[in-house]
């Protein structure tokens, strides 16, 4: 198993997760003027703390770090009653901007929180329930109450997980962009404790992201299919969720996202994805099965700038050529048959492959024969249309009952209709397997 990175920065780090949707930034938030004297006048708060907020807000960064060295507990008491006592959104957000540019500092910090003799958890939790919070607050309530269950050194409180994931799931199921971004952004920070990879792989997460990729992929929503990835990245540490991958189609997603853009930083965590995923369940044949062959040897010609990219794709692409060297070449033909995805791959014309293998088509009644034969009917790409005669001539031409065998699935009337489509090599190909069909001696039909 792959190890999880200690410091998740820079290059799949945090700092590739920042919201990218249009709205409230923290700095816009705190170019307003938050209303703390009349918080004062109220009783919110006390004189003593309006005194610290206001030494504290003055907007510059290295005198809060020197407030937070000498009185970091006063100032996290003083932060963790506002977030509880103030209702008005538009005064909370600016709250949580100061928290959030406290802990963008050193995440550390949030510990203070857990050093409070209080519930810290359920201060930011119960925002996310909140009717009045807007997109900015629940953005950052999220984010430090997953930064307070990763930094806890003990599990978290089971129901603020729930919580938690439950609103994360409620969020991807939008669809939207700006709700998904604020989901997966705490999601990045939770998932790095295999605890909670679990709690939320029991949620359906990899349908759930699975969905998410291909939805936001067809809307080029390049930011949330980056953070996207970026989780199951993470799952993809935990060894029962990563052989699990394979009964999705999120292998198959992440191979075409990677085909498809040219983002590096999406390609980088997309590659390092598929490494942990490699010979764990039967993760390989949905790799090969979605041509990531194919894919990585684009990519290898490629000039590359970090050198984690060209090791995954030298690792990748060593392991799955051993593993297609000990899949026979009948279980691959096998697979792109019932796939319905036929293309001219090299064992559709190897002599040796029908001479060796034309009984196995006997096998579960003909099954293999019979998808070729529905292919026929019911396929609309050219291609498919001509591989499907080539290999039912084959079949005919090598299997000492094959005339027989091909008329008796009433193949003949679909072959014959082939030979007026309108793509010539389907016409070439279906006019080649009827003269199978219909001469005993077809090596004539050679000279």
Known sequence: MATLPSALSGQYGIAETELTAAGPTNESVLASNPPWDSLCRATLITEEQLALIKHYDVKNQMQQDQ????????????????????????????????????ITVDEDRVQLFLDLPKDAYNAFARILDRATAGPFSTA???KILALLLIKTREPGPDEVVQQLLSWCTEQLRTGTPTSMTTALAALQILLRKNTYRLAFYRLDALSLLDASTRSQAAQNALQVTYQTIYCLWLLSYN?????????TLVIK?????????????VIRVGLACLKNLVNKGKNNEQMIDSELMRVLDNLS????????ISNNIE?????????IAELSSFDMYKKEVLSGQLD???VHKSAKFWRENVMKFEQNQFELLGVLVNLLRTSENAVVLAVACYDIGEFIRVHPRGRAIVQSLGAKVSIMKLMAHQNEEVKKQALLCVQKLMVVNWEYLAK
């Open 140 to 142: 950052k309530a999220s």
């Open 67 to 102: 407030l937070l060295e000498q009185q970091a507990m006063r100032y996290i008491e003083l932060f963790y009653n506002l977030v509880m006592e103030i209702n008005k959104d538009e005064t909370l957000q600016y709250v949580l901007a100061l928290i959030d540019n406290m």
């Open 301 to 308: 010609q490629r000039k590359w700038g970090d050198d984690d």
């Open 239 to 247: 060894g029962e969720i990563a052989e699990n991958f394979h009964r």
């Open 315 to 323: 690792y990748l692409t060593e392991k799955l050529q051993t593993n």
């Open 344 to 346: 001219w791959t090299p």
């Open 253 to 265: 997603n992440v191979v075409e996202t990677i085909r498809q853009v040219t983002k590096v930083k």
